[in-house]
Nanobody, 125 residues
Framework: QVTVHESGGGSVQAGGSLKLSCVVR????????MGWFRQAPGKEREFVAI??????????TETVKGRFTIYRDAVEKTNTAFLHMSALNPEDTDVYYCHADTSYNEVLKGLGGVWGQGNQVTVSS
């Protein structure tokens, strides 16, 4: 069974930085595109960032461009990704979910694949 395990997050003051980590377990052969979504209470889950299976391509939602960086572990096929978040502001407060799938487009759309349990990110002003 393929699963996603997340770590990181926490609380920080505005302007600070946090890092999220995500690893796919249960499949040592597949190449997974990986991304993060975030969701506030009562709101829909929204796309944040994505990295392709070999790290060639990345994309971000407009509100985090220039502040967030998504990248993969340098070791091939570890299916481990990181989201470094800087210049955080209170509007970034959400639960962040890692999403992984062998299809880049499925991750981008938030469809299929596997999801992590979510990590809380709280930014205070």
């Amino acid at each position: 069974q393929v699963t996603v395990h997340e770590s990181g997050g926490g609380s920080v003051q505005a302007g600070g930085s946090l890092k999220l980590s995500c690893v796919v377990r249960g499949d040592t052969l597949g190449w997974y595109a990986m991304g993060w979504f975030r969701q506030a209470p009562g709101k829909e889950r929204e796309f944040v960032a994505i990295v392709s299976s070999k790290g060639t391509y990345t994309d971000y939602t407009e509100t985090v461009k220039g502040r967030f960086t998504i990248y993969r572990d340098a070791v091939e096929k570890t299916n481990t990704a990181f989201l470094h978040m800087s210049a955080l502001n209170p509007e970034d407060t959400d639960v962040y979910y890692c999403h992984a799938d062998t299809s880049y487009n499925e991750v981008l759309k938030g469809l299929g694949g596997v999801w992590g349990q979510g990590n809380q990110v709280t930014v205070s002003s």
